[in-house]
């Protein structure tokens, strides 16, 4: 038999991100408990994701949302990790807040931040080792919270991964903007340097004003 990688990467890729999310369960968590939810984003729910990006996107203005939503498309599968909010009574204050008490709800337990972003890191070591190609992406992870591919989560972060002869997510354009919005934005630059020249000119001749001030009251 023989196999061509060509035929059987995406394949190969799918096994490496199935790998990625053991890496991330099997991550240590804070106090020994487990609030970490774990999910593989594969085919048509990529797309889905993609387009919550843009709707996000068009909703508060991130450009770099667009450029997300592209990118993505080039990913065989996209690794969601999340983490639901548990209070761990330390009274750390690492929230901000001196005692678990005193914090508001909708402030995250910075414990439970920790432990996502050391299950974010075991999955990338995971990844590096198997030599696929991968990038933590917020834009992504706000995508799948919104839908809800995680269930209460409260912060989710999102890793596409890849497998082709150069990463697709380092290097990528921004999405450009329609020649009408750039002339609107070049305008609107123009008229601030000329605020900024005239603000300037105002302030020299005040200030040569006060030079001829003092030299007649030292006279």
Known sequence: MIQNEREIRHELVLQAARRMMTAARTAPKGKGIDIIEIAMVTDGDILRLSDEMIRIAA???FKFLLRDAENIKSADAVVIIGTSQKIQGLNCAHCGFDTCVEKPDLVPC???SVDLGIAIG???ATAADLRVDTRVMFSAGLAAQRLGLLGDCKCVMAIPV???SKNPFFDRKPKEEPKIMSLIISEKRCLCCLRNIRKTGK????NRMTLKRLKLSKR
């Open 59 to 61: 909703e508060t203005g």
């Open 110 to 112: 910075a414990i439970n």
């Open 122 to 124: 075991s999955a990338c």
């Open 162 to 164: 890849s497998a082709s």
């Open 203 to 206: 302030l020299l001749r005040l």
